[in-house]
């Protein structure tokens, strides 16, 4: 059936068997992320950053909530493929034979930029931020006692984030396929998109210049480099369009 004449309940209908599917592959991640997570949590509890921290469970239920956080994290990590899919199976319909093709190959692309997402902000940005809390602690003479809960709360708020941030090319690949966003477009908001990624980086990082730095400079660069992806992406959509009229 042609995906522009589906009524709106065939719409759902058909989100509705995508959210299935995710949700019973989510269950069975699930099952391998709970057989997963201690090992994880320990390696992360033995990192360079948490030795020099005092870890304590203050609640009775603060080492389960814990573990249950990490192995949902863990399981969405395994499914990231299947839920890409799926997103992808659901809009596919409405596009061309040719840009289906193109658009099936983001899916492992955007896996790799969210894991090196995750990567930047685990080895270089979360160091950073513990360094900083810690030499202020000692500044203030205050023994730093954190809970076990508090900083793998910590620890996912500021890492989890960045696989997400780390997305912008393969977003504006797919918008600039879409025809929602131009090239010229990216180029005019160039200095108010600068602006707010200077921003984003104020806020997460503490505040030092160099910290601050670190941060910003590939928030940048992440998006010159999704100008340029833009730029390639407008071609390629003018190059079908333009093939298109000669075939009609």
């Known amino acids: 059936?042609?995906?522009?004449?589906?009524?709106?309940?065939?719409?759902?209908?058909?989100?509705?068997?995508?959210?299935?599917?995710?949700?019973?592959?989510?269950?069975?991640?699930?099952?391998?992320?709970l057989f997963m997570a201690q090992p994880v949590i320990r390696y992360l509890q033995?990192?360079?950053?948490?030795?020099?921290?005092?870890?304590?469970?203050?609640?009775?239920?603060?080492?389960?909530?814990?573990?249950?956080?990490?192995?949902?994290?863990?399981?969405?990590?395994?499914?990231l493929p299947i839920i890409l899919y799926q997103i992808w199976a659901f809009i596919s319909p409405g596009l061309y034979e040719r840009e289906r093709k193109i658009t099936l190959t983001y899916i492992p692309l955007a896996i790799c930029l969210f894991l090196i997402g995750i990567i930047f902000s685990y080895y270089i940005l979360f160091p950073l931020v513990i360094q900083f809390m810690m030499k202020l602690s000692h500044q203030m003479a205050i023994h730093t006692v954190i809970g076990i809960n508090e900083y793998f709360s910590f620890l996912i708020q500021i890492t989890l984030p960045f696989g997400f941030i780390f997305q912008m090319p393969v977003v504006t690949m797919f918008l600039t396929r879409l025809g929602m966003i131009t090239p010229v477009f990216l180029k005019k908001v160039r200095k108010y998109a600068y602006l707010g990624l200077i921003i984003i980086a104020a806020i997460i990082t503490p505040p030092d210049v160099f910290s601050q730095l670190v941060v910003s400079v590939p928030l940048?660069?992440?998006?010159?480099?999704?100008?340029?992806?833009?730029?390639?992406?407008?071609?390629?959509?003018?190059?079908?369009?333009?093939?298109?009229?000669?075939?009609?």
């Open 1 to 33: 059936m042609n995906p522009k004449h589906m009524t709106i309940i065939e719409h759902l209908t058909e989100l509705r068997k995508r959210l299935i599917i995710v949700a019973v592959f989510f269950v069975i991640a699930m099952i391998a992320s």
């Open 46 to 79: 033995h990192s360079t950053e948490a030795k020099e921290l005092t870890m304590n469970a203050f609640r009775v239920t603060d080492p389960l909530k814990v573990y249950m956080e990490v192995s949902v994290i863990i399981a969405v990590v395994l499914i």
């Open 220 to 248: 940048i660069a992440l998006y010159e480099i999704s100008v340029l992806v833009s730029k390639f992406s407008y071609r390629k959509v003018k190059l079908i369009e333009h093939s298109l009229e000669i075939e009609n």
